[in-house]
């Protein structure tokens, strides 16, 4: 690991901290308070940030290989199925403005980090019923035990990324795209 690629990841974290911990302690999600009409609204909100967000970044990247295995538009639904929300009368979030093979890597990092915070959500929901099994939380269950390996893989591409001098502009689409996540989620 290269030490501008090291990093990127310390850059990410510190730079996003602010826009981090505002949806974080926003979304409430690990409250044990959180009730299952609070999810419901939680998980419509995420699809339809979600249904813009995906093709933007699909737009972007043009990078199927590096999408596909990640694309959780498809989970967003099956929860909203089960939780008794049709799917199709949400929606659509405008994307965050993200113009870049590289800013659209700092949006992926949001929204791939979120894995990794799914998985602390994942064992707050059985408080109300939910899980992979039963249905309403395959969003948050996210890669299964593949999560840690996925995010290991990201983080090699988007050390690549950075490495080419693609720094700023990766840290802008985060910043971005917790920005527009936040204001939708919260506001």
Known sequence: MSLVSSSIRDRLRAETRPEHDRLENGLRLTDPDL????????????????????PRMAAVLTDEALLAPRRRLHLLR??????GIAPETLPACEPPPIHSRSEAFGSLYVMEGSTLGGR???KRLGALGL???TGGCAY????????????????????????????PAIIRGARATFARLGDWMLG
């Open 78 to 83: 099956a929860d909203l199925l089960a939780l």
């Open 131 to 133: 899980s992979p099994d």
């Open 140 to 167: 948050f269950a996210g890669y299964g035990a593949e999560t840690g390996a996925m995010w290991t893989r990201f983080l090699e591409r988007l050390e690549a990324e950075a490495d080419n001098g693609n720094a």
């Open 120 to 122: 602390v959500i994942l």
């Open 35 to 54: 009730t299952l009409e609070r999810y419901r609204e939680v998980m419509a909100r995420f699809f339809a940030f979600w249904s813009g967000w995906e």
